[in-house]
């Protein structure tokens, strides 16, 4: 599956922006979406994550009550809204795709996970 992430850009510390995750080349219904971020210096590191049909999510801790992610199938996209942004969240943001269960995204290694997008970088100024 190839995955095509969008949507990043500069904004003001408490503003808030949606990122995109187009998905082609195979059903998306079958796989678990998730979003992960690299800030500079830093590893990479779980953001969000969506199961199939979008029944259950999961959230890192830091980003639990501002983020949301969402998905649709009709579409073959996978969203991350994100307000009351801070300036700790500039990173560098990559959506991925896995057969593994949503929920195995929240600890799994980032080369355990088959499908990356291209990163969009978020910049929130203070």
């Known amino acids: 599956v190839q995955l095509q992430a969008s949507g990043g850009g500069l904004v003001q510390a408490g503003g808030a922006l949606r990122l995109s995750c187009a998905a082609s080349?195979?059903?998306?219904?079958?796989?678990?979406m998730g979003w992960f971020r690299q800030a500079p210096g830093k590893e990479r590191e779980f953001v969000a994550a969506?199961?199939?049909?979008?029944?259950?999510?999961y959230y890192a801790d830091s980003v639990k009550g501002r983020f949301t992610i969402s998905r649709d199938n009709a579409k073959n996209t996978v969203y991350l809204q994100m307000n009351s942004l801070k300036p700790e969240d500039t990173a560098v943001y990559y959506c991925a795709a896995d057969r593994m269960s949503s929920a195995s995204f929240t600890t799994a290694d980032y080369d355990a996970i088959n499908y990356w997008g291209k990163g969009t970088l978020v910049t929130v100024s203070s």
């Open positions: 080349g195979r059903t998306f219904s079958g796989y678990a």
């Open positions: 969506i199961s199939r049909t979008g029944s259950s999510t």
